[in-house]
């Protein structure tokens, strides 16, 4: 099923404020949330289990923003984010302005990672969602240590009863995103996968050249 206007719509309504969202990515079904909301966070945090040092990765929904935002990294990284992005990868960033601190530094580590998403969403059933302009605090909609919901019936019934907002975008891929660590590509070009997914390593290698 396709999500709509009005659906993107009320997406961003609800991460402007202080709303907890059940939607769908080009992976699995995923929890979102003002990254800057204090509430909203701890909500997240209550409905999945989750220990509350884990950091959350930051979504946006089409890459320009995000790369509007991170005005401060290298060419190197930019490029792989080109590279990369959209798809269905988290890539852990350095994070010098500790930027999204609730989401991404929650223990207060000096070394914070920044972990970005921007899914890819094409022009298939999920194509309303790039319209939505605010990032998104982002989880896997399961309880903590639990399956990735591949279905929205898959999201713990739980977790839908607590989210002001649950889009339903049909049967999704099921497996979560492949994440890559960048956080010394800038200096060295090194990088490495530290959970493979959809993207194995070999296409990873094959994008960033």
Not at 46 to 63: H, Q, T
């Amino acid at each position: 099923m396709s999500l709509t206007p009005e659906d993107a719509a009320r997406l961003q309504a609800c991460l402007q404020g202080d709303g907890v969202a059940v939607i769908p990515t080009d992976t699995v079904y995923g929890l979102a949330c003002n990254p800057e909301s204090v509430a909203a966070i701890r909500r997240v945090y209550e409905l999945k289990g989750r220990p509350p040092a884990k950091p959350a990765a930051i979504m946006f929904f089409s890459l320009a923003p995000a790369l509007g935002i991170l005005g401060e990294l290298g060419p190197r990284t930019r490029g792989a984010l080109r590279a990369l992005l959209p798809g269905p990868v988290t890539l852990l960033l350095p994070n010098p302005k500790q930027r999204f601190p609730l989401a991404c530094n929650p223990s207060s580590s000096a070394s914070a990672l920044l972990g970005l998403r921007v899914p890819a969403l094409d022009d298939g059933p999920l194509a309303a969602l790039a319209t939505v302009e605010a990032p998104a605090a982002q989880s896997s909609a399961n309880l903590s240590g639990g399956a990735d919901a591949r279905r929205l019936t898959d999201v713990p019934v739980e977790i839908r009863a607590g989210a002001d907002l649950v889009l339903d975008g049909g049967e999704l891929p099921g497996t979560a995103s492949t994440v890559i660590d960048l956080a010394d590509y800038e200096r060295s070009g090194a990088w490495r996968v530290v959970r493979e997914g959809p993207l194995n390593r070999a296409a990873v290698e094959r994008l960033l050249g």
